[in-house]
T-cell receptor, first 111, second 114 residues
Framework: EPEVTQTPSHQVTQMGQEVILRCVPISNHLYFYWYRQILGQKVEFLVSFYNNEISEKSEIFDDQFSVERPDGSNFTLKIRSTKLEDSAMYFC?????????FGQGTRLTVV | AQSVTQPDIHITVSEGASLELRCNYSYGATPYLFWYVQSPGQGLQLLLKYFSGDTLVQGIKGFEAEFKRSQSSFNLRKPSVHWSDAAEYFCAVGHMEYGNKLVFGAGTILRVKS
């Protein structure tokens, strides 16, 4: 069964450093998303991506964040200058018509 | 604004007992409704979904959920809980009219005692 793959599973980074989280969605998905879950809190929408551009972003998704799908396969989330409060589990999701399939997540720890 | 309420933060049930996890939503239209399960340190696994039609939907692992439009609810049920069901359960809503993104509830942590 195809699945959404995220790498790395866990990343530790120093405050102020740039990080890139990677995702390989299921090939026939049309919509792509990043969500975030701070420890002990609910899953929050960050950004949606459709037809090679951002279709919607939340207020969390400020200028420090960017997304790309450079090669039609990988879908990346970049955080330019990480802050302590960026520590969270980041989930990538892909969606065909209706339901979203999530990856296993990347746990980002900013120290 | 769209929102999802899961009123129970923690629930503890005995193995073999029945389970009901509550979910209420506030949404502009009748949304698509989902239940996801998350085991510790793991990703989100889709248990079941409702789009239209029969309001009682069956999912994986013996779970079912019932959509009640009049109550804006989508409660998750299982007749007999197994120890392996211990996890966190998230109700989520979405709709193409609202960009397909999912709005999640805060989650309910299920503990199963033997």
């Amino acid at each position: 069964e195809p699945e959404v793959t995220q790498t790395p599973s866990h990343q530790v980074t120093q405050m102020g450093q740039e990080v890139i989280l990677r995702c390989v969605p299921i090939s026939n998905h049309l919509y792509f998303y990043w969500y975030r879950q701070i420890l002990g809190q609910k899953v929050e929408f960050l950004v949606s991506f459709y037809n090679n551009e951002i279709s919607e972003k939340s207020e969390i998704f400020d200028d420090q964040f960017s997304v790309e799908r450079p090669d039609g396969s990988n879908f990346t989330l970049k955080i330019r200058s990480t802050k302590l409060e960026d520590s969270a589990m980041y989930f990538c999701a892909g969606q065909g018509r209706i339901e979203a399939f999530f990856g296993q997540g990347t746990r980002l720890t900013v120290v | 604004a769209q929102s999802v309420t899961q009123p129970d933060i923690h629930i503890t049930v005995s193995e073999g007992a029945s389970l009901e996890l509550r979910c209420n939503y506030s949404y502009g239209a009748t949304p698509y409704l989902f239940w996801y399960v998350q085991s510790p340190g793991q990703g989100l696994q889709l248990l079941l979904k409702y789009f239209s039609g029969d309001t009682l939907v069956q999912g994986i692992k013996g779970f079912e959920a019932e959509f009640k439009r009049s109550q804006s609810s989508f409660n998750l049920r299982k007749p007999s809980v197994h120890w392996s069901d211990a996890a966190e359960y998230f109700c989520a809503v979405g709709h193409m009219e609202y960009g397909n993104k999912l709005v999640f509830g805060a989650g309910t942590i299920l503990r199963v005692k033997s």
